[in-house]
């Protein structure tokens, strides 16, 4: 399997729509200059013709952008609904990117960073393979279960804590 199927895979969904709409913002653009722009912008991200398309039909349909047609071409734009949802986005990712530093900056002190991204590398390595997807699935699965233990006892004792201290 390619390196673009497995990026795909880890794509959150709706992120490619707030992708394209960040992108129409500053202009009118066709489908497959959008591709460029997307690889351009990450640096290592080209979704296919067929992520990018029916994304494009379907944000058409919900009234965010509308086609310009050139000829046999077509331009995509933002129209003032696909602007305004533009604008929440991009306030949803300051948000986001806001929050994922406030965790990284937490995680570089530790030695827990280095696990989690040696872990990820590994599973990179497995994706394209269906039967070693599924055992890894079952391990990080065993792995969370014993880290949701593990927050549990924190919160227990936290909670004892303030209780002692009301006290």
């Not at 729509?17 to 080209?46: A, D, M, N, Q, R």
Request: glycine residues 4%; contains cysteine; positive net charge.
């Amino acid at each position: 399997m390619s390196v673009r199927y497995k990026m795909e895979k880890f794509v959150p969904t709706g992120f490619l729509e707030s992708f394209i709409l960040s992108i129409l913002k500053e202009e009118p653009i066709h489908g497959y200059k959008l591709v460029e722009k997307i690889k351009e912008k990450t640096g290592f991200w080209k979704p296919s013709s067929g992520t990018i398309y029916p994304t494009l039909h379907s944000l058409l349909e919900r009234g965010f952008i509308k086609e310009i047609r050139e000829g046999r071409r077509k331009k995509y734009k933002l129209t003032r609904k696909g602007l305004k949802i533009s604008k929440e986005a991009k306030m949803i990712e300051t948000e986001l990117k806001n929050k994922l530093l406030e965790i990284l900056n937490k995680t570089t002190t530790s030695m827990v960073f280095p696990c989690l991204s040696e872990t990820l590398k590994l599973v990179s390595e497995i994706l394209d393979k269906s039967e070693k997807e599924q055992k890894a699935i079952k391990i990080i699965n065993n792995a969370n279960l014993k880290l949701k233990k593990l927050v549990d006892k924190i919160q227990i004792q936290n909670y004892k804590k303030d209780n002692e201290r009301k006290r």
